[in-house]
């Protein structure tokens, strides 16, 4: 060993380059130089037995190159927790947090108000009318619209964009989720409170909707059974009521002659109706909410009341 030492010291001292490639050796592999300093004296230096001196200048070579080998080793890639959120997940609840809006109040079975005033039309579905100046109250809408009340206003909810925009009546078209992820379009359907009815391009949840109102129509839910609408939602629905003897006024003395029914519709309009008219058979009188009943055409002009279009 100690021929080897000096033909390597030696060479060392050959020239100022192999002096300079030495230290920067000794630098870059200061681990196992040094343990390699330590056991030549270790060896050399002590009195110690034999088997001893190289058993422990070996440790310290093996320890001297493991360090030096690490040190140079591609630390391994670090795998996240399943349990731990990644950026990108902290990053999507961040995002539907974000997207939350609040419903200011619900205006029918599927259209709503944001707190920021604007409206917003649910997509896929159609729900009987309560509050259209062109048709008067449809069968289960009320009971569409308390659903939809009960269901979201008030509440925080998630509006996802299909195709297109806005309608006509510049709304935005939207499908509706809670913050529990409840799909309020589809339930509508599910429970009977709504018919399937998509237009294209607005699609994507086109055959859930299809499936939902086949359930709820066989289910005979809500506006399906026979005992509401029966699916045919043009009727008008109203609660049974005992209908009173016609209130005969002007001068009229003849019961039989006051057949025409003024109705008062769900935004306050009063309108009447003949006999033979298209909603007559359908329209019932509830005198305690100010409905009434006309003997002729021009007696229910004369109180405010003005003819059924239809």
């Not at 195709?163 to 939207?174: A, I």
């Not at 339930?187 to 859930?208: I, N, W």
Request: net charge positive.
């Amino acid at each position: 060993m100690d021929a080897f030492i000096n033909k390597l010291l030696g060479i060392i001292k050959k020239n100022i380059w192999t002096k300079i490639v030495a230290v920067i050796l000794a630098i870059i592999f200061f681990p196992l130089a040094f343990t390699a300093i330590l056991s030549y004296l270790l060896i050399k230096k002590t009195k110690m037995r034999n088997w001893l001196k190289y058993t422990l200048a070996g440790f310290l070579l093996f320890f001297g190159a493991t360090f030096t080998f690490a040190m140079f080793s591609p630390a391994p890639p670090v795998t996240p927790s399943d349990t731990t959120p990644t950026k990108s997940e902290t990053s999507k609840t961040s995002e539907k947090k974000e997207d939350l809006v609040l419903v200011k109040r619900v205006v029918d079975g599927d259209t709503i108000e944001l707190e920021s005033g604007q409206k917003v039309r649910y997509i896929g579905i159609d729900t009987p009318e309560t509050v259209s100046p062109e048709k008067p109250v449809q069968c289960f809408g009320k009971e569409a619209s308390d659903k939809n009340k009960s269901l979201v206003e008030g509440k925080k909810i998630r509006l996802e964009k299909d195709v297109s925009e806005t309608d006509k009546y510049s709304r935005l078209l939207r499908y509706i989720y809670l913050e529990d992820g409840t799909f309020i379009n589809l339930l509508l359907v599910k429970e009977g409170f709504a018919r399937s009815s998509t237009y294209p391009p607005d699609v994507k949840h086109q055959e859930e909707f299809k499936k939902a109102e086949e359930e709820a129509r066989t289910s005979g839910k809500g506006l399906w059974a026979s005992s509401t609408c029966n699916g045919t939602t043009e009727a008008v629905q109203k609660p049974a009521v005992v209908v009173p003897a016609p209130v005969v006024t002007g001068g009229n003395t003849s019961q039989s002659n006051c057949t025409i029914k003024g109705n008062i519709s769900s935004s306050g309009e009063k309108i009447y109706h003949v006999p033979g008219g298209a909603y007559y058979d359908k329209t019932i009188i509830d005198t305690s909410a100010g409905e009434r009943w006309f003997c002729t055409e021009a007696e229910a002009v004369s109180a405010g009341w003005r003819k059924s279009q239809r």
